[in-house]
């Protein structure tokens, strides 16, 4: 399957589970929980993935979890669509709120260095049993453009988006100049972009 | 922080969307983000990239059914059901006594409780976009007195809203809070309700006057948390459009 086919294709299965999350989105607002649900069913297995990453404790991960899909419930209506996608809106919430905690251990154990680094285990990757196979289709895909990054940059877009690191600290971290981390920084989520701008584009909303 | 001059606002928006740029950084980013369209459009599209880098995580083992029964045994009576409905009748007697109180007012309440720099970020980013809309007017609420109050009223007549912004401003009592009212040529109409932090600011959105209403100033009263129907105690701050 030629490469821009088979982007295509992604883009249209990405569609499949991002499309029709506006009508659930009103639902939710109109205080549906049976749309609560199907929220959950779309976005659990991202989300979880993405609190464990940073936490790397399965309770606290599902505490995120649980939490930020209450807030969501909660507060439906501050939803808007012009500033992103459902997407956006939800792993941006878990992320914050696990980095959160995860500064907090941090503060708590004084092991900063050990807790980011605990994520340097290169891209992981394995799905559960259940998965819908778009879903992995599309996570193949990201983790290919991911491992197809430059080691470097990735580096920097990992310490920065799983442990929450600014650039002055991943430069301290590294021992590297600071400028030479905005560059690794900048191009490799500039690269994400476009390898993965077919499939964000394709999402309705 | 050094000044750099080789940083382009374009190279910045990679770490924006990734909460790593240092705070003076951050500040200069957020100073161009409020004046280009484009580099918004930018920040948009990389959030939309970054948000899907986490289906690169491992999945983890998980329990389904356990997680979601804890979800709707959470939500259950404990948010929607409570912290709408009741809210939202209030509202509803409201709209009786003064026609057109928006609703969506509920929608801005808190909207400053921040919880993480990206979430500050992006409020902040929102509320610079209301405050820019060309549309918007500046109302200034005064007082006299040794350090007086004063609240901005940032109204932004296209998208029928209100960015309030409170300084000098004592937090309300437990149980009372601060009420935006809306001054015509006849009885105030009420507006969202708010408080202020422990130094005195308080950063809200909320609704705008209704669209049908010859706004000729407004005030701010203290008044029971749940907000009144009519103002019952002497304004804190008032100001008139076009004057002081």
Excluded: C
């Excluded at chain 1, 499309?19 to 199907?38: P, W």
């Excluded at chain 2, 939202?88 to 409201?94: C, D, F, I």
Aim: net charge negative; charged share 25%.
């Amino acid at each position: 399957m030629s490469d821009s086919w088979r982007r295509v294709a992604l883009a249209s299965s990405l569609e499949d589970v991002d499309s029709t999350v506006g009508e659930i989105i009103s639902r939710v607002q109109a205080g549906d929980q049976a749309a609560l649900a199907e929220l959950y069913d779309r976005y659990a297995d991202t989300l979880l993935a993405l609190a464990y990453r940073i936490l790397r404790d399965r309770a606290e991960a599902e505490d995120v979890l649980l939490e930020v899909l209450e807030r969501a419930w909660r507060e439906a209506d501050r939803f808007d669509p012009e500033r992103g996608s459902v997407r956006v809106w939800l792993t941006v919430m878990v992320r914050s709120r696990a980095l959160d905690l995860l500064r907090v251990r941090r503060r708590r154990e004084r092991v900063a260095a050990e807790a980011a680094r605990s994520g340097d285990e290169g891209v992981g990757f394995r799905g559960t049993a259940g998965d819908a196979s778009e879903l992995e289709d599309l996570r193949r895909h990201v983790v290919t453009a991911l491992q197809e990054l430059p080691p470097a940059q990735r580096e920097a877009i990992e310490l920065a988006y799983y442990g929450g690191l600014s650039q002055s600290e991943i430069a301290a971290r590294l021992s590297l100049p600071l400028g030479t981390v905005k560059t690794r920084m900048r191009d490799g989520l500039q690269k994400l972009r476009v390898v993965l701008r077919p499939i964000h584009a394709g999402q309705a909303l | 922080m050094n000044p750099d001059d080789r940083d382009e606002p374009r190279d910045l928006a990679a770490a924006y969307v990734l909460d790593a740029l240092d705070p003076a950084d951050a500040r200069a980013f957020e100073a161009q983000l409020a004046r280009s369209a484009e580099l918004r459009k930018e920040v948009t599209e990389l959030r939309e990239a970054a948000a899907l880098i986490p289906l690169s995580a491992p999945s983890v083992p998980r329990d389904d059914a356990a997680l979601k029964a804890r979800l709707l045994s959470r939500v259950r009576g404990a948010s929607a059901g409570a912290l709408r409905s009741p809210r939202r009748s209030v509202w509803m007697a409201w709209v009786g006594w003064a026609a057109a109180a928006a609703l969506a007012v509920v929608a801005g309440l808190q909207w400053f409780r921040a919880s993480s720099l990206s979430e500050q970020l992006a409020r902040r980013e929102a509320t610079l976009d209301e405050i820019l809309e060309p549309s918007t007017q500046l109302i200034l609420l005064t007082a006299t007195g040794e350090r007086p109050p004063g609240i901005q009223l940032f109204w932004n007549k296209a998208g029928g809203r209100v960015v309030l912004h409170a300084f000098n401003l004592p937090p309300a009592a437990q149980g009372r809070a601060y009420q935006l009212w809306f001054l015509r040529d006849g009885a105030p109409v009420p507006g969202g309700t708010f408080n202020s932090d422990p130094d005195g600011h308080a950063l809200v959105t909320v609704a705008g006057p209704p669209a049908d209403l010859t706004l000729i100033g407004a005030a701010v009263t203290d008044e029971p948390a749940g907000g009144s129907a009519q103002p019952t105690t002497t304004p804190v701050v008032v100001g008139t459009i076009g004057g002081e």
